[in-house]
């Protein structure tokens, strides 16, 4: 995971790699190199943006599942008198009195 001073200087080299490639003053042969330093932090920075994606949707379903979890566990104390502690019989199991 990259830290936030890590993405910006990133962000900036990649701005810096554009600005050389368009000088006119540049050689082929370093604008074929700064291309490269460019599309290798642009490569970086998609990566980073797709890690922090991903982390942030699994934050979200997590939340989402535990939500739902909690109300199901609410409706089942309140809508039959049964508690957490005392669980269902799976379906098609009789309970043994």
Same mark, same amino acid.
């Given at each position: 995971?990259?830290?936030?001073?890590?993405? #910006?200087?990133?962000?900036?080299?990649?701005?810096?790699?554009? #600005?050389?490639?368009?000088?006119?003053?540049?050689?082929?042969?370093?604008?074929?190199?700064?291309? #490269?330093?460019?599309?290798?932090?642009?490569?970086?920075l998609a990566q980073e943006a797709a890690r922090s994606?991903?982390?942030?949707?699994?934050? %979200?379903?997590?939340?989402?599942? %535990?939500?739902?979890?909690?109300?199901?566990?609410?409706?089942? #104390?309140?809508?039959?008198?049964?508690?957490?502690?005392?669980?269902?019989?799976? %379906?098609?199991? %009789?309970?043994?009195?």
């Amino acid at each position: 995971m990259l830290s936030e001073t890590e993405v #910006k200087r990133l962000e900036e080299l990649s701005e810096e790699m554009i #600005k050389e490639i368009e000088n006119t003053a540049t050689s082929a042969e370093a604008a074929v190199v700064y291309g #490269k330093i460019g599309r290798a932090c642009s490569r970086a920075l998609a990566q980073e943006a797709a890690r922090s994606a991903l982390r942030t949707t699994r934050t %979200q379903h997590t939340t989402k599942f %535990q939500s739902a979890r909690q109300t199901c566990l609410q409706a089942r #104390k309140g809508g039959n008198g049964t508690t957490a502690s005392q669980p269902q019989p799976a %379906q098609g199991q %009789q309970r043994r009195a």
